[in-house]
């Protein structure tokens, strides 16, 4: 088994899903599943957190079940065109899609061609992280103090990289909470944005802390503050954007697994249970800690519940932010 064959950390630490409820347990997975690879769709562009997690958890689920798991990018629309494809695929458990906080944010600002409520069968939650305020050579701020300070002395020139989505929201939360003026700049993935600050082109980023922890110990990225409500155990030292005097800002991006609805409970099953051996390997669990991402094993109920909830967080987010709809 090559579960620990890569050496990029990132891919290391990300393959989280849930066990399987009690009910699932009772039924039999379907013989012969599966026969053929397995598509899991990211709706993103390669390189970001959500193809860093989707690229760890295709591994070790390809291991285990003896048919290749492959990766398939379709970005663009901020996520709603591979979204898309998934609900529209057959039945079969033969396309997976890997859902992030986004998911949950488009609905805000887009009309969708599906329902994100009904459209998908939560097959299991991969974990959470928090965002990361970082910097790179054009800012020499380090803090959000200074950082606010600074805006406010050019009110629209310091600029904020954003792969939309996730970040884009991420970012507005924060513009509109610190009151300042700050210009939001859209790229086309996580990856582009996050070089582009390192680069020097853009002069902040605020991302996932899964996808800027490398760049963190490289010395490319500056970290400023983290975007949880308390401080993360990767960065304690970090204080976090809240506690930096952006009052109840608080914005982390999560990862999940998804089937399109109709999708059988026993093939479900079968994912879960494989996922929930490999959770109980204590280097796994380390790995994860060590990477910023935190274990939160969830039911397909609680997955609803969670999606629901936060449907309602960015719509209010959006509209206070004055985001429009397209």
């Known amino acids: 088994m090559r579960l620990f064959q890569y050496t990029l950390s990132p891919i290391l630490g990300f393959l989280v899903l ?25 709706p993103q562009a390669a390189g970001g957190s959500n193809d860093i997690m989707a690229r760890g958890f295709t591994i070790y689920l390809g291991d285990r079940l003896g048919k290749p798991v492959v990766v398939d990018n379709r970005s663009g629309a901020e996520g709603i065109i591979g979204t898309e494809i998934v609900s529209r695929s057959a039945k079969d458990g033969y396309t997976l899609l890997m859902a992030s906080a986004a998911f949950t944010m488009n609905p805000a600002l887009k009309k969708l061609p599906y329902d994100s409520l009904n459209a998908f069968e939560w097959v299991g939650f991969l974990g959470s992280g928090p965002t990361v305020l970082t910097t790179g050579s054009l800012l020499a701020a380090t803090s959000v103090k200074e950082i606010l300070s600074l805006a406010k002395s050019k009110p629209g020139f310091y600029t904020m990289a954003s792969a939309g989505g996730f970040q884009h929201f991420a970012s507005a939360l924060f513009k509109t909470l610190s009151g300042q003026d700050f210009t939001i700049v859209l790229y086309k993935g996580g990856m582009p944005a996050m070089v582009d600050v390192m680069g020097g082109q853009a002069h902040m980023i605020v991302g996932s802390i899964v996808q800027a922890i490398p760049h963190i110990r490289s010395g490319r990225l500056k970290p400023i503050a983290t975007g949880g409500l308390k401080r993360t155990t990767m960065f304690p030292e970090l204080p976090t954007i809240h506690e930096s005097g952006v009052s109840n800002y608080e914005a982390a991006n999560w990862w ?64 206070s932010a004055g985001m429009k709809a397209d």
């Open 18 to 42: 849930f066990s399987a409820a009690s009910a699932l347990s009772q039924t039999k997975p379907d013989k012969g599943y599966p026969s053929k690879p397995i598509r899991l769709i990211v």
């Open 256 to 319: 999940a697994i998804a089937a399109p609805t109709g999708v059988s409970t026993s093939i479900i099953m079968k994912i879960n249970n494989e996922i929930s051996q490999y959770l109980k390997n204590p280097e796994v669990l380390k790995r994860f800690n060590n990477e910023g991402v935190e274990i939160d094993i969830k039911t397909p109920d609680q997955i609803s519940r969670m999606i629901k909830a936060d449907l309602q967080k960015w719509a209010s987010v959006a509209k």
